[in-house]
């Protein structure tokens, strides 16, 4: 069995390659996996299929951006359509902050292809959440519920990122949210995928805004793979054997499969290059790395932009470096 992870690879079609040569593949084909490889098309299935989202217009031609954000007024958010490496989302607090979005994407094509054609959207007010469900094309079974912290400044400030970390449970994640999030959002979402002749097959991963005036969860993208860092806290807590459910999924046998969780609460906090996520500087020798690991059996440092140098040294390679994770009863020890 192959678990695709990255964005990348699954718009490009890998799993299409995969499943003709007989591989089970953990992933959606490269038609599904447009739910994240195009905010268009998210947003055209969420209209067809009555799933709740924000109010929403797509241009291709910035003088008609323009003139529409100047009606609907500001705060507004500004999409590229396409993959931008999690960097294509800018909520513009001023006109003039959303005019600069426009042209970056439109006219100077700051993520080529990807920002050829723009989404405008409304901006909801609330707390957001990420969602997660396993889909095997027909069923969908919902994991723990996680939050991301995506600024990258102490104290939620500065630029967006990939996310510099995340806990589980989210707490505004209620029984009585998951099911509606699952009724009106993921389960919908699961039907109209089939209907439209595209069949999930992998994680669902919802980014909802609770909003703060109705109380009800509404859509503001998917991803169609685990997030990072929201993976790490969740693979703390997951007891279930992962391989068998992801196999499960890949077999179309998810309905008869249950998930068993740790009461703990996992966090995980990111350690990224200075500069990140601007230019930074590659090369670090990082230290110390197993130590951390020693603190206790709850501590688990998860890798990505890693390598071992011509000596042997761990050094940083990419802007998000390392994920040190740990799992408590509580998510605040007391001092």
């Excluded at 009585?176 to 089939?194: A, D, F, N, Q, W």
């Excluded at 991963?205 to 909003?211: D, K, P, R, T, V």
């Excluded at 068993?260 to 090369?283: D, H, L, N």
């Amino acid at each position: 069995m192959v678990v695709v992870g990255p964005e990348a690879p699954l718009v490009a079609g890998l799993v299409n390659d995969l499943v003709k040569v007989g591989i089970p593949t953990f992933g959606p084909s490269s038609e599904a996996a447009a739910l994240e490889g195009s905010k268009d098309f998210m947003k055209k299935l969420c209209d067809k299929y009555n799933i709740p989202t924000a109010k929403y217009r797509t241009f291709t031609d910035a003088v008609e951006a323009k003139k529409y954000v100047k009606n609907e007024g500001a705060p507004i958010v500004v999409k590229a359509d396409g993959l931008a490496a999690g960097k294509g989302v800018v909520v513009a607090m001023t006109l003039d902050e959303a005019f600069e979005a426009i042209d970056s994407m439109l006219v100077e094509g700051s993520f080529g292809s990807a920002g050829s054609l723009v989404i405008i959207e409304e901006f909801l007010e609330g707390e957001e959440a990420s969602f997660f469900a396993l889909v095997d094309g027909t069923n969908a079974l919902p994991l723990e519920s996680a939050q991301d912290h995506k600024r990258v400044g102490d104290g939620d400030v500065g630029p967006n990122t990939g996310g510099m970390g995340a806990y589980s449970p989210a707490p505004i994640v209620t029984d009585e949210l998951k099911r509606t999030v699952m009724e009106s959002i993921i389960i919908p979402t699961v039907k109209g995928m089939s209907t439209e002749g595209c069949k999930f097959v992998g994680v669902l991963y919802a980014g909802l805004m609770i909003e703060k005036k109705s109380g009800l969860p509404k859509l503001i993208e998917y991803n169609v793979r685990f997030g990072d860092p929201e993976c790490q806290v969740l693979m703390m807590r997951l007891e279930s054997d992962l391989a068998q459910v992801l196999l499960s999924a890949c077999q179309g046998e998810l309905g008869n499969v249950s998930l068993t969780w740790s009461p703990e609460m996992a966090m995980v906090v990111v350690m990224a290059s200075q500069g990140y996520p601007g230019p930074y500087k590659k090369g670090t020798v990082i230290k110390n790395v197993d130590k951390a690991e020693q603190v206790s059996p709850a501590v688990k440092i998860f890798h990505a932009g890693t390598a071992l140098d011509g000596d042997g040294n761990l050094v940083a390679v990419g802007g998000r470096v390392l994920g040190v994770t740990a799992k408590g009863t509580t998510l605040v020890g007391e001092h």
